[in-house]
């Protein structure tokens, strides 16, 4: 399973362990404890942006900006955008209704 993650000031699922950045998580229903993993799994992604192999930058800058997937496929898959993102292009979005947010923060 793959959560798709977006930077965000304002409403924040989790912080970066190492530069304090927010972001917003997206994924498909699951049980509660595949969450729990797959945020661990997360976290643990984004301190590997701010790793030695890419670049050290302990700044928020080390991560990708807009919506980016994790963990990180080897492979090329097609990304999953969010209907509510800017596009230029036309796109096919997959259904939503199987997608939650995990925060119920306001």
Known sequence: ??????????????????????????????THAERITM?????GELRDHHAPE???DPSPAAHPEGFFNLPNWSSSPAPTIPPDAPSHHSRSHPPTHNVVLISSAK
Do not use: H
């Open 1 to 30: 399973m793959q959560v798709l993650v977006k930077q965000s000031t304002s409403r924040t699922d989790l912080l970066c362990p190492v530069c304090n950045l927010g972001f917003r998580l997206y994924w498909e229903l699951s």
């Open 39 to 43: 945020r661990d799994i997360v976290l």
């Open 54 to 56: 890419n670049g050290a």
